[in-house]
């Protein structure tokens, strides 16, 4: 059983920072990609941002210059610095792993956190 668990979220005033961080666990292999999304209420789930195994990015137009996303490939974690935070921000941010390959099994899954909420507010 593979598990994603986010940690990091919390309340903070426009122009702060926060780091979110996720680490997977499990009887993991291998992961394609890990990434995050967010969701802001009434409001599709939409991608934030993706790193692939080897280090490739990928930014949603609105936060390309203020956040970063980054990768630990052996302690399975994935983390994204936001800076310059504004209001329209706030939203759950949801980690994901996709292409999981676990040991013992033949297909690779894709798995997702639990959310965690950021709040961004004077």
């Known amino acids: 059983q593979v598990q994603l668990v986010e940690s990091g979220g919390g309340f903070v005033q426009p122009g702060g920072s926060l780091r979110l961080s996720c680490a997977a666990s499990?009887?993991?292999?291998?992961?394609?990609?890990m990434g995050w999304f967010r969701q802001a209420p009434g409001k599709e789930r939409e991608l934030v941002a993706t790193?692939?195994?080897?280090?490739?990015?990928n930014y949603a137009d609105s936060v390309k210059g203020r956040f970063t996303i980054s990768r630990d490939n052996a302690k399975r974690t994935v983390y994204l610095q936001m800076n310059s935070l504004k209001p329209e921000d706030t939203a759950v941010y949801y980690c994901?792993?996709?292409?999981?390959?676990?040991?013992?099994?033949?297909?690779?899954?894709?798995?997702w956190g639990q959310g965690t909420q950021v709040t961004v507010s004077s």
């Open positions: 994901s792993s996709e292409g999981v390959l676990v040991r013992g099994e033949l297909r690779r899954n894709d798995y």
């Open positions: 499990g009887s993991i292999v291998s992961i394609d990609a």
């Open positions: 790193i692939t195994r080897t280090g490739a990015t």
